[in-house]
């Protein structure tokens, strides 16, 4: 295997490994890990991390998947900027449906607060790249980011620097991925990254 094709292969686990999808599972592993959450049961942790997984990664990853089939397209081709309203029509309706289900269970307010952060990330990421195509995958460690500063400012015992060392570098790792496999520039990656963060952080600590 030559150089280049070992690169490529990389930078294809990697994006694979972290998609966006996995956000909200992971700011909401962090709410019940670092509150008061963290005594609650372990079978209560586990059905809410289902329902969420199912909302947010599993249902719109099969439909998304189903989509591109009928429409005979490669994974690039689906990554281009016209073919992408779909994809995140499907993906807000998701996280709508989460939120929504959430919220009419009662679920506590900083579980669904990050739900909502993701939603507004893939929002605010689709308004621009009606424009301009920013990267998704930056912006949702971007949003992991801000959901790490938002966290740290308010909860007594959690040290967010660690966590937001490892979420930059993260984004670094992410974002070169990316670019190997010409999905974005420099500055799409960088603009995801920012839009993440911004929009995570207001989302979190202002809802």
Request: proline share 3%; charged share 10%; hydrophobic share 60%.
């Amino acid at each position: 295997m030559t150089r280049q094709k070992s690169l490529i292969l990389g930078a294809r686990i990697i994006s694979l490994i972290f998609n966006p999808f996995y956000l909200p599972l992971v700011g909401i592993a962090l709410v019940l890990t670092f509150t008061f959450m963290i005594d609650f049961p372990i079978e209560y942790k586990l059905i809410l991390l289902g329902v969420v997984y199912l909302l947010t990664v599993l249902i719109p990853t099969m439909l998304i998947f189903i989509y591109r089939i009928f429409r005979k397209w490669t994974l690039q081709e689906l990554g281009q900027k016209r073919h992408l309203v779909v994809p995140y029509a499907i993906s807000i309706a998701c996280y709508t449906l989460c939120v929504w289900l959430l919220y009419n269970n009662n679920v506590f307010h900083d579980i669904i607060v990050v739900v909502i952060a993701a939603l507004l990330i893939q929002v605010v990421t689709i308004i621009i790249n009606f424009w301009w195509k920013v990267s998704i995958h930056t912006a949702a460690i971007g949003g992991v980011s801000g959901a790490l500063m938002a966290f740290g400012l308010y909860l007594n015992n959690f040290n967010p620097i660690w966590w937001l060392t490892l979420s930059i570098f993260l984004a670094g790792l992410m974002g070169t991925a990316r670019m190997i496999l010409r999905q974005h520039s420099l500055g799409q990656v960088v603009t995801g990254y920012f839009v993440g963060i911004v929009t995570a952080f207001l989302s979190i600590y202002y809802i």
